[in-house]
């Protein structure tokens, strides 16, 4: 784990490079974060998925999956790899700020 | 300020040259999600994915029977089912009926849906020769992301370099 500074703003980082403390999470560090993965510019299409990971976060505790993002954001699956490409659930947690997700769907 | 150690940043930013080749070749339900699980799960990794329908395994892709294909419990212990009752009329039904209830309470997809998905996320999707020949089915009789029927040599040539599961 190694605390760091993003766009002003202090984080926790596990090993890996994800952020710990989703609070410590805004647009700014969004965006930097973006640059480390090759996914900047985000565009209202990135931020229409991110806002939705967030928020469901918040409510169910743990990172959604992409059957769930498809189904609730209403993200059709090309987009998603589209957006982020490769791996997409991966990446669009850790720009979001949360912890990897562990779903195999 | 200067920070003690570097940004430690996710691997997969890296691109990945892993190639996955994924045989189908069962034609039941509890044998299609397998593969389709490991291929949407390799999708996911950015690994290029490629299944190949045979044999049993061109009910997955065939319009006909995609939708409807059965778990059976004749023959099959793991259902835990005294096997002399297994063979009566209506156990596939009901064991159909209640893994699909299952899979849909863990959030997968149906057949058809998944194929789907999985080949949105860039999964090519092959029917074999020998086994549409056998079954005289057509490609417009199969689902429409099949990208072709080939056989076992075309087969061998696409896999070349590639990780092998047979289910």
Known sequence: MSAQTIAGQEVDLDEEGFMTDPSQWN?????????????????????????????????????ATLRRVTKLAGVPTKDLYRLFPKKPAKKMAYVAGLPKPHGCI | ????????????????????????SKGTLDMAYPGLVLANAALMEGIEVHMFFTFWGLDMVNKKTMSHLKATPVGNTAMHMPQAI???????????????KEIDKLDFPPIDEFLQQVSDAGAHLWACKMSADMMKLDQDEMFDEIE????????????????????
């Open chain 1, 27 to 63: 647009r700014e560090v969004a965006e930097q974060l973006a640059e480390q993965i090759g996914v900047a510019p985000l565009t209202d299409e990135h931020w229409k998925l991110l806002e939705f990971l967030r928020s469901d976060y918040e409510e169910e505790g743990e990172t």
């Open chain 2, 148 to 167: 072709d029927i080939i056989g076992a040599t075309d087969f061998m040539e696409m896999s070349d370099g590639a990780q092998i599961i047979f289910i």
């Open chain 2, 1 to 24: 300020m200067t920070q003690a150690q570097a940004m430690p940043v996710p691997s997969f930013a890296e691109e990945s040259e892993r190639k996955l080749c994924i045989i189908c």
């Open chain 2, 86 to 100: 297994s063979p009566l009329p209506g156990m596939t039904a009901m064991a159909t009926h209640m893994m699909k």
